[in-house]
């Protein structure tokens, strides 16, 4: 308010170099504060002197311009698209070569702060020639360096399976799969990030990260004490599963099956939702997959997830994941139906608290559609709306008439009683349900 901007623009140029970088120093500051007084940055003409002095300036003042660039670029895609525009990305993939590994940094990062917005602008920052050098950055010594240019090829990678073609053809795999054992919990995180940003476009790509030989080693992420690493651990497996079932066997052989759902069960919270996905993603594939998650005790923990976890999204990520587990075959909906978790899913379902992707997701539907196992069934006759009741009866219609002690217990266990308190439409599916059912009894036990 007090014209700042216009005082301190000048200083830009003063004779003096530390008055000059104090001068970006606080430019940057203020920029970094909101958008508006970026905004203000960019009309006071601001850009352009930067940009001008960057290259002819000593080490001190490059990294205060850099971190100008980046203080302004981070918060819209305009800001970042006028940096673009005063020809800043040349400038500052110039610095990315510079010997200073500060220098080098303060570039990186402003770069990745204008790719990550989108992808036309990931694509400016790829054609300024940017991604070779960041790929030698994660080479360097420096711990803060590597995690900035991690983090910066994650933002490029992110938005296309272009994008993240550029970054593979750069070689970055081979670099960033090396450094999954690095001790630094911040730089893994962005290394990992930056893998599963590369796996999620394609099979192509997936496949590529899986050569790089990022099994087992990825797994120890997953016992990391670090709940990011493990997050992003757990990322990285799901962005391969999804893809194939040829992929998801591959981590169901190198253990990964296992190595998530002990992740699962030991943390709470969003760190659970990848691992929780990634189950979801192999148990869909296919039977022998879907077993596979049984096998390895992965329905407790999912079951876990709905009764501890109190955001919608992430029980609607449990329950979608229990229904890929469920749908294939009776012994798969058996395997689920035995954990007791129907009654759970169903509460879910019918709570109105539930958002509607949850509810979707809480439909028992896939599993009851397979479900032979009777016990499990009869507890939900009592509370089930219409719309799944309909599934619950067809399949004790599909069981009884074959079953004599399934038959027998029915009656005794005021199932046959329930079935006779439900109102059905003349005529309607549900009503054919129930005569079969009754078809199956004397007529003076159905009175």
């Not at 970088?21 to 606080?26: R, V």
């Not at 070569?97 to 917005?117: C, M, N, Q, T």
């Not at 052989?253 to 998530?260: K, P, S």
């Not at 999204?313 to 395997?335: C, D, E, F, N, S």
Request: contains cysteine.
């Amino acid at each position: 308010n007090s014209g700042v901007m216009s005082l301190l623009r000048p200083l830009l140029l003063d004779v003096i170099p530390t008055i000059q970088q104090t001068a970006a120093l606080a430019l940057g500051r203020l920029a970094n504060y909101n958008g508006d007084l970026a905004e203000a940055v960019v009309k006071g003409d601001i850009l352009p002197q930067l940009v001008c002095s960057l290259s002819e300036q000593n080490r001190f003042y490059k990294k205060a311009a850099a971190f100008v660039l980046r203080a302004v670029g981070k918060h819209s895609p305009q800001l970042a698209q006028a940096i673009v525009q005063c020809g800043a990305l040349e400038m500052l993939v110039i610095c990315l070569e510079d010997f200073d590994p500060g220098v080098k940094e303060a570039a990186s990062w402003a770069l990745g702060y204008i790719a990550r917005h989108n992808s036309e602008l990931s694509q400016a920052v790829v054609d300024a020639g940017a991604v070779p050098l960041l790929v030698l950055c994660i080479q360097e010594p420096e711990i803060a360096l590597k995690r900035i240019a991690a983090s910066t090829l994650s933002d490029i990678s992110k938005h296309s399976p272009e994008l993240a073609q550029t970054v593979v053809d750069a070689g970055a795999i081979a670099h960033l799969a090396q450094m999954i054992l690095n001790p630094d919990a911040k730089l893994k995180r962005q290394v990992l990030s930056a893998l599963s940003q590369i796996a999620k476009h394609s099979v192509d790509l997936a496949e590529l990260v899986v050569e790089a030989e990022i099994f087992p080693v990825v797994l120890t992420c997953l016992k990391d004490s670090d709940e990011y690493v493990k997050k992003n651990g757990a990322t990285l497996i799901r962005e391969i599963a999804k893809h194939t079932p040829e992929l998801s066997q591959f981590i169901v052989n190198a253990g990964g099956v296992a190595a998530v759902i002990d992740c699962i069960g030991s943390c709470r919270g969003t760190v659970r939702l990848p691992g929780i996905m990634m189950l979801g993603y192999v148990a869909a594939h296919s039977e022998n997959l879907s077993m596979a998650v049984i096998v390895s005790k992965g329905i407790p923990p999912l079951c876990a997830c709905l009764i501890e976890e109190h955001e919608d999204h992430i029980k609607a990520a449990a329950a979608w994941a229990l229904g890929q587990v469920g749908r294939h075959t009776p012994a798969h909906a058996r395997a689920v139906a035995v954990a007791n978790v129907l009654p759970t899913l169903l509460a879910i379902y019918m709570d109105t608290r539930s958002s509607e992707d949850l509810q979707m997701k809480a439909t028992l539907k896939n599993i009851l559609q397979k479900c032979t196992y009777l016990p499990a069934l009869e507890p939900l006759l009592h509370d089930a709306p219409p719309n799944i009741m309909k599934h619950i009866v067809g399949q004790f219609s599909k069981m009884l008439p074959h079953d004599s002690k399934a038959r027998r217990l029915f009656v005794t266990t005021g199932g046959l009683k329930k079935v006779q308190e439900i109102k059905a439409e003349p005529g309607s599916l549900l009503q054919e349900y129930i005569n079969t059912i009754n078809n199956c009894y004397p007529e003076e036990v159905v009175r």
